[in-house]
């Protein structure tokens, strides 16, 4: 089969990992993109907001576990391919001098053992940066499994790892994946935590030190496998974040692609709205200063189809509204729906030297839209009052014509 040929089935193959953001990592790629992209081809973005583009692509689809939910399972009757090392970096450097793109993202299958695996991933690091002078981005993946010597090399040469989690608890591991063992997964996702935060310690203290992927780790859980809530997926992103030292958990709405009576149906749609909500919960975690616990209650799991995590926390907790913009501390300011948190610091920051008005919010980028039924500037509403929770919810779902008439 020829390297192209391969290419087709392990792109394809690599599309169900949506763990793929360059967030972090400071190495500048090319400096842009063919107008026509070959297979394999995706778009990240970067922390600055720059659209990446990355060869995505499995090593093999060749897999020694019989996980229920992945399209490359032992059993399953697919078509199986391996890359080896020296196609892998053949592709990423003609990809690269082309400017088609700027990274790599490289997952792969287990081929023989763990570590045989991560050996390969190593190999292929250490050739693309030593013999090839590779400036681009790197992920690529952890195996559970593998040595830590071999993963602590891999470092060295990449920007990011993950380390798929991929199921929310260690009972729908057991149902779903039984070959799997939870700590297998858990130790080189702690042990990569640990050993990234020791470097950025030292790096601190001006030692000379090996790099170790400077854009940190990531993970990824399939969400509509299992009947885990979204509570549940929460407190666990939230131990993750606080333990692991990761920079990002990514959701993955189950896309059904086997037949199994432990899994929803060939025809069931991916819980799309149910990701984006996670998503949306998630930012409230690492950046607005909530908790898993505030979020969703063990009466109320899952997160509301209507309104986004943080309107539903504010509906939820009308008691604690309005909040007075010119005395409010930036820890609530951050829980008003319409403020975000760029606006929040501009909002003290501008409080100290000038008045506040309504106008002023609207400058700073204040959505007053949603923002102006839970604050009062100098006690003041803008053309409302405070709602009941029954009007509040129909006012913010009610299409935009008709709140015109509302107030």
Known sequence: MTTIEKLEILSDAAKYDVSCSTSGSDRQG?????????????????????????????????CIYDCSYCINKRSNDVERV??????????????????????????????????NTQEMLLNIAKKLR???????????????GASKELIRETGKYVDRMSVNIELPSENSLKFLAPEKNRDTII????????????????????????????????????????????KQI????????????????????YIPVNTDNKLPSLITSPPLLREHRLYQADWLLRFYGFKADEILTDSKPFLDDKFDPKVSWAINHLDQFPV?????????????PGIGTQSAWRIVSYRNNSILDFESLKKMGIV???????????GKYLNSFFL????????????KDTQLKLY
């Not at 007075?324 to 008003?336: F, H, Y």
């Open 30 to 62: 090319g400096s842009g993109l063919g107008s026509t992209l070959p297979s394999g081809i995706c778009h990240a973005w970067a922390s600055d907001g720059r659209c990446i583009s990355l060869l995505k692509i499995l090593l093999t689809n060749y």
């Open 388 to 399: 009941d929770r029954e009007l509040l919810e129909k006012v913010l779902t009610e299409k």
């Open 234 to 253: 929460l407190k666990l992103s939230e131990n993750l974040y606080e333990k692991m030292a990761l920079k990002r958990v990514y959701y993955s709405a």
């Open 324 to 336: 007075e913009i010119t005395t409010a501390s930036l820890e609530m300011l951050l829980r008003v």
């Open 130 to 144: 030593l013999e090839k002078g590779f400036n681009g981005y790197i992920h690529m993946k952890a195996i559970p």
């Open 82 to 115: 391996a890359f080896t090392v020296d196609e892998v970096v053949d592709l990423t450097i003609n990809f690269y001098r082309r400017n088609y793109i700027e990274g790599l993202f490289l997952s792969s299958g287990i081929l023989n053992t763990e570590d």
């Open 368 to 378: 007053l839209k949603r923002a102006k039924f839970f604050i009062t500037v100098k």
């Open 187 to 230: 130790k080189p996702m702690k042990y990569i935590g640990e050993e990234y935060e020791y470097v950025l310690e030292e790096k601190k203290m001006k030692k000379k030190i090996d790099n170790f992927m400077p854009a940190g780790q990531t993970t990824q859980m399939i969400i509509g496998a299992s009947p885990d809530s979204d």
